[in-house]
């Protein structure tokens, strides 16, 4: 799944966006590109969740 956040703007972000991925999922997969606002997540958890955690984590999350 690929999903566009524009407030991940930094090493930082990353961080704390793939914290809250990890809390739905442990064993998800995640490549955060910062610059780019990009994050891509292999995860079993079906995609509203995974959008849900990260708008309460304050990165709203949009389909790339």
Known sequence: MQFQIENMT???C???V?????SVDKDAEISADPPNRM???K???P???LEAVLQEAG???RDA
């Open 10 to 12: 930094c090493g930082g």
């Open 14 to 16: 990353a961080k704390s």
């Open 18 to 22: 793939t914290a809250a991925i990890r």
């Open 39 to 41: 994050l891509e997540v």
């Open 43 to 45: 995860s079993r958890a």
């Open 47 to 49: 995609r509203a969740e």
């Open 59 to 61: 990165y709203p999350a």
